[in-house]
């Protein structure tokens, strides 16, 4: 039914969006205890670059794993409903693009906000 479908729908975009806001805003709550540890790499002779570098990949493998676990649990059931034919290849795609750019935007987020907290607290 259509009605069902689009409540179906409403709420999977709801659920995408609510988790990876919650995402963000946990990483963003550790940035400030996160910013005295990349303190004291530079007092150990870290230069920026290198800390960027750090940064980015904590935050690259923070979202990989979490985009992996979600995809063993969404892709199955994506496959299960396009070999059923209730949904069609083009709409699972979409399905699965729906869910991957919310969290890839908030990765980006959560890098710009790291890095910025990270030498913003630079003495």
Same mark, same amino acid.
Request: aromatic residues 18%; positive net charge; proline residues 2%.
């Given at each position: /039914?259509?009605?069902? +479908? =689009? %409540? ?5 975009? #709801?659920?995408?969006?609510?988790? #990876?806001?919650?995402?963000? !805003?946990?990483?963003?709550? $550790?940035?400030?205890?996160? =910013? ?6 530079? /007092?150990?002779? !870290?230069?920026? /670059?290198? %800390? ?5 990949? $904590?935050? *690259? !493998? ?11 649990? =969404? ?5 299960? *409903?396009?070999?059923? $034919? #209730? %949904?069609?290849?083009? +709409?699972?795609?979409?399905? +699965? ?6 969290? @890839? @935007?908030?990765?980006?987020? @959560? !890098?710009?906000?790291?890095?910025? #907290? ?6």
């Amino acid at each position: /039914k259509p009605k069902d +479908f =689009a %409540i179906v729908f409403v709420s999977y975009i #709801t659920c995408i969006l609510l988790m #990876t806001l919650m995402v963000l !805003y946990k990483i963003m709550l $550790e940035n400030d205890s996160h =910013a005295h540890i990349f303190k004291s790499l530079i /007092k150990l002779g !870290y230069v920026k /670059k290198q %800390i960027i570098k750090i940064i980015k990949k $904590e935050v *690259f !493998y923070y979202y990989a794993i979490m985009l992996f676990f979600i995809s063993i649990y =969404a892709i199955p059931i994506l496959v299960h *409903f396009i070999r059923i $034919e #209730t %949904i069609s290849m083009g +709409f699972g795609l979409e399905l +699965f693009v729906l869910y991957f750019i919310p969290i @890839a @935007a908030s990765s980006f987020i @959560a !890098y710009y906000n790291y890095k910025n #907290t990270v030498f913003q607290k630079e003495d």
